[in-house]
């Protein structure tokens, strides 16, 4: 590995270890074996390789539950069951320590704080919603079209973000998969009775 990607490897430790806002430049550089230049070289700025480390580790995370949309679910794509499925790995990650969600509430508080990496985070957090349109329907992530993504997509962010939020305050209290297929499931009952 070069500089640039042991810089990445070390600023996404940081982060897990640290947060955004407690990791220095030179808690990267010591994590990384690198040197202070080669953050601005390679990166432009400290912020700007947190956020690039920062979307690297939701990747990741998005790879391990997902890989291919179409396998490692029992349930049928668009059901209520896959739903519950794909929910429940989710909320199992936020169970784990150092979780990558209380991270991303982190993040989401100091939006207005990083105006030079908020069009990055934005743009990362919109593929986030085409992959979770990918997830819960099945298919491949770049053939989900852009309407889908900004309706069906936003809609699972929303409640993704939501969920981190209740996680990050109160994990005693936060609702599990079950709970978040029941509501949903009463949502689409009222809906049609009406």
């Not at 600023?11 to 897990?16: D, E, S, T, V």
């Not at 808690?27 to 953050?39: F, P, Q």
């Not at 069906?152 to 599990?176: C, E, H, N, Q, R």
């Amino acid at each position: 590995m070069g500089h640039r990607e042991d810089l990445l490897e070390g600023a996404k430790r940081c982060l897990l270890e640290k947060g955004f806002a407690r990791t220095t430049a030179r808690d990267i550089v010591k994590e990384s074996g690198t040197n202070l230049a080669s953050i601005g070289y390679h990166y432009g700025s400290k912020d700007a390789l947190l956020a690039q480390a920062y979307v690297a580790l939701v990747e990741e995370m998005s790879d391990a539950f997902a890989g291919d949309a179409n396998a490692g679910f029992s349930a049928a794509p668009g059901s209520l069951e896959r739903f519950r499925e794909v929910w429940s790995n989710i909320i199992a990650t936020m169970r784990e320590p150092g979780s990558l969600w209380r991270l991303s509430a982190e993040i989401a508080v100091m939006g207005d704080q990083l105006p030079e990496v908020r069009d990055h985070l934005a743009q990362a957090q919109r593929e986030g919603s085409r992959g979770f349109v990918a997830l819960m329907m099945g298919g491949r992530e770049e053939d989900v079209p852009d309407d889908v993504v900004d309706t069906l997509g936003s809609f699972y962010t929303v409640l993704m973000t939501g969920l981190i939020t209740l996680w990050t305050f109160d994990p005693k209290t936060a609702p599990d998969a079950d709970q978040l297929t029941e509501g949903v499931s009463r949502f689409i009952e009222a809906a049609d009775r009406a």
